[in-house]
């Protein structure tokens, strides 16, 4: 015990938990809720994979072999080059129903999943997934046939037992069995009326993380052997992982079935016949069913908006659930500047964790980034408040001593196998929006509105209770470690001001990377929307201890730091602009920069060349003049009174198409900046820089939407705005999805067309609420 305190105190600080109960502790996530989330579709990062909330789960997934141009490929992991035209999930409930559509060139999978606990299942209860492969009927041969693979692999290296005569599985469905501490005895059948052929191979390895290579391998081992495109029928003593290749002629349709607790007694035969076939079909057809009644509970869209949009709303909801994950491991920390930390590596690692999150985009970005839950839980909490707050409290268990939550979360072999080496590394320098405040508000806004029942009330404030001394710390971290030289003035730390190489030198803590900001980044800085974050954290911390606490709040005097953050006239001197009308960060700028090329010598020979910035001008303290997102952040903020000119202003700006107004949503940065659609490097693409961002959109929609209902001489005006714009960013997300089969990452300002990530099913699916008209309270 001694030692462990001695190595506890040995721990450097950034790597060190905040010290308090955790939330993820309390009872309300404990019991019959915890057990029903235990299995889910939690691997978002495959085209369909399932485990269990826990560290080393037994997972799941499905394989299949593409066809292109005569050539098989292995559909596994999510990725962009297999140029699969659509897929994801078209309706997910977030915790036991799904259905997704996948097309691979001729073909069309369609993965079913379905949970199903009963009193004789073990603890999690059983699942079933069923997959329907149809195709158009291109005529090739090799297209007529489908080779699927469907695995079981244990994280933590338990033996898993093969089935009875595999080979022959219309007479015994047995693929494979097992035993686990935490569910019991297990099996897995295999049920299909379709003529199956089955083969398998049985492998021990503790890297799960590539199994594509692995299944390569082994058929193109058996392929170069004997000419045979099947999996060799091999099983390695106490194999950890068992695959097997179903294949068989298309149309086909299988049933797989998952039962735990299949001791003795318990119905196995009884459990699987109510989990494959007619019986199956049916369960489905009712969750399908029960999904769309919540939807059209949840969003009501049926009189507002056409079958083609509501089609879209689904999959917006469908993949924001369905896309959820756990992870589990260890995020790698790069080790402070200014710290005696001595480390063979040069990072530390943060402490063992678990994250229950969505993730923004399950082909590029299949992980946990903490400014874009925010924006995810917006939707979520209003499908399924449970869910959002496990996933919140995730997140802020994440916090560490300093009151510090990474922002990108990298956890375990599978999120880190996704993400190239010089991004691995957080930097407990950098923040990133609190937008989980946004949440918070909305819940403490629904108990005052009595959205709530009274026991979800009650749940949300004993959340609250517990997550408050955290809330404290995360608000502390930012209000101490970002503030600005001036009171009430805060910035983005971490910018970096020797680099040559920027045009503008980036500010990725703030979410909006290249947006550009002071030319010379120093201690001088004003960031306007850290300043409206902090805003909201003020306020919100303020409501949140009045909610909770009652009387005798404890802790800090947040109303009075959100008076004064809200204090229109100081706002007003520190970053408004008379003569644009616009609200502008400050700092050391000129607007006479550029990059050119410049010719490396090394004596008389030439080297190579690279592009690096030039100044023209002596940077002087001054406001920054571009207009665009980070200048709307007072108006998004709901800081400027409704009566008053400047909100005229701001509508102004909006709405003139010179400016930021497309017919596809707002751009990011108004055409009239002189960063406008320019690269920042040689190899960096304009990002925050012109197209047009959903989540933005949404902040100033709402916005819109409030003015149009408060009292005031803009009234009129901003509700024809919010009509127009509205209907812009539904109608144009909806034709790109119709086109394209996805949701994108971003809106190109010109034509409208989806860019950059395609499936990003994150923030993009704001459009949903957009549709609803459910917006965010401030
Ligand atoms: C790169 C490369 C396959 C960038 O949506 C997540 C974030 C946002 O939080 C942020 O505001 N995206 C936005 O500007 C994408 C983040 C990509 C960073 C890591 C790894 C992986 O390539």
């Known amino acids: 015990h001694l030692i462990s305190i001695a190595e506890e105190a040995r721990r450097p600080r950034v790597v060190t938990p905040f010290p308090a109960p955790r939330i993820m502790d309390l009872p ?46 292995i559909r596994h992991i999510c990725q962009d080059s297999d140029d699969l035209s659509t897929y994801g999930w078209t309706s997910h409930n977030g915790r036991d129903f799904g259905h997704q559509v996948l097309v691979d060139q001729d073909m069309t999978l369609a993965t079913s999943f379905l949970k199903y606990k009963e009193d004789d299942s073990g603890y999690g209860g059983d699942w079933a997934v069923r997959i329907n492969v149809q195709n158009q009927g291109w005529n090739e041969e090799m297209q007529k046939n ?46 299909s009326k ?41 099983y390695q003593s106490s194999s950890n992982i068992l695959v097997f290749q179903i294949s068989g002629r298309i149309p086909l349709e299988t049933d797989i079935v998952f039962v735990s607790g299949a001791g003795e007694n318990s119905r196995v035969e009884e459990r699987i016949s109510n989990l494959a076939g007619v019986s199956l079909t049916n369960q489905l057809n009712k969750k399908q069913r029960e999904f769309d009644v919540k939807f059209e509970s949840c969003f ?25 994950g756990y992870f589990y491991g260890q995020s790698k920390i790069s080790i402070p500047k200014n710290s005696n930390v001595k480390s063979h590596d040069d990072f530390l690692l943060y402490w063992p964790a678990e994250l229950y999150t969505a993730v923004p985009s399950r082909p590029f970005f299949p992980r946990g980034f903490l400014w874009d839950e925010g924006f995810h839980q917006l939707l979520i909490w209003r499908w399924d408040l449970h869910i959002s707050l496990d996933i919140v409290g995730h997140w802020l268990d994440l916090i560490n001593i300093d009151g510090w939550i990474p922002r990108e979360q990298i956890l375990g072999a599978e999120a880190l196998s996704k993400v190239p080496a010089e991004f691995v590394l957080q930097h407990s320098s950098n923040g990133n929006p609190p937008t989980l405040f946004l949440v918070l508000r909305d819940l403490v806004n629904g108990i005052k509105k009595n959205k709530f029942t009274a026991s979800e009330s009650s749940e949300i404030i004993s959340f609250l209770q517990q997550a408050f001394v955290r809330l404290e710390a995360w608000f502390q971290w930012f209000n101490t470690t970002q503030l600005g030289k001036d009171v009430g003035s805060y910035y ?9 190489r920027e045009l503008n030198p980036k500010t990725l803590s703030s979410g909006l990377d290249d947006y550009p900001r002071a030319s010379h980044p120093t201690e001088d800085e004003r960031h306007l929307d850290l300043r409206c974050w902090m805003l909201l954290a003020a306020d919100c911390m303020n409501s949140v201890a009045e909610l909770i606490w009652k009387e005798n709040k404890p802790g800090k005097d947040y109303a009075s730091t959100s008076n004064l ?64 997102y980070v200048s709307l952040f007072p108006f998004m903020t709901r800081i400027i009174p409704s009566e008053s000119w400047i909100l005229e202003k701001q509508l102004d700006l909006i709405s003139n198409r010179s400016i930021l107004w497309t017919n596809y949503g707002l751009r990011s940065l108004a055409k009239t900046s002189s960063m406008y659609m320019k690269r920042n490097t040689e190899h960096d693409a304009p990002y925050w820089r012109g197209p047009i961002w959903m989540n933005m959109n949404y902040m100033i929609l709402s916005s819109l939407r409030h003015y149009s209902l408060e ?15 509205r209907d812009n960013l539904i109608r144009n997300v909806v034709k790109n999805y119709h086109q394209t089969g996805f949701l994108w990452e971003q809106y190109d300002q010109k034509q409208g067309k989806g860019k950059g990530a395609r499936v ?15 917006y965010n309270e401030m």
């Open 492 to 500: 983005w730390h971490g910018r970096d001001n020797l680099t040559i």
């Open 300 to 324: 009501q869209l049926a009189d507002k908006l056409d079958s083609n949009s509501i089609h879209v709303g689904k999959a917006a909801i469908g993949n924001m659930l369905g896309g959820i």
């Open 28 to 73: 309300q996530f404990q019991g019959e809720h915890k057990e029903s989330l235990y299995w889910g579709t939690y691997r978002p990062h495959v085209y369909f994979g399932i485990r269990a909330r826990t560290p080393l789960s037994l997972v799941a997934g499905l394989m299949w072999l593409g066809v292109k141009d005569g050539r098989y490929f």
């Open 760 to 774: 990003f099913t994150g923030w993009t699916s704001l459009v949903l609420l957009i549709m609803a008209e459910a």
């Open 194 to 234: 379709a003529d199956l052929e089955v083969h398998y191979s049985g492998l021990r390895t503790p890297h799960i993380h590539n199994l594509s290579d692995l299944v390569q391998e082994n058929l193109a081992s058996q392929l170069i052997r004997f000419n045979r495109l099947q999996l060799p029928d091999i």
């Open 565 to 628: 953050l809200s204090d229109f006239d100081t706002l007003n001197q520190m970053h408004f602009d008379h003569a644009s009308g616009a609200y502008f960060d400050f700092g050391n700028h000129t607007e006479k920069v550029r990059l050119s090329w410049k010719e490396n010598m090394i004596g008389n020979n030439y080297v190579n060349r690279e592009l690096v910035r030039e100044v023209l001008e002596r940077p002087e303290l001054k406001l920054v003049p571009h207009v665009g």
């Open 146 to 191: 489908v080779h699927l693979f469907f695995y079981l692999a244990e994280e933590d290296g338990n033996a898993l037992s093969l089935g009875g005569d595999i080979l022959d599985i219309h007479e015994n469905s047995l693929l494979a069995s097992g035993s686990r501490t935490d569910i019991g005895e297990w099996q897995l059948h295999l049920k």
């Open 711 to 725: 009292n005031g001489p803009y009234r009129d005006k901003a509700r024809a705005i919010y009509e127009e714009l």
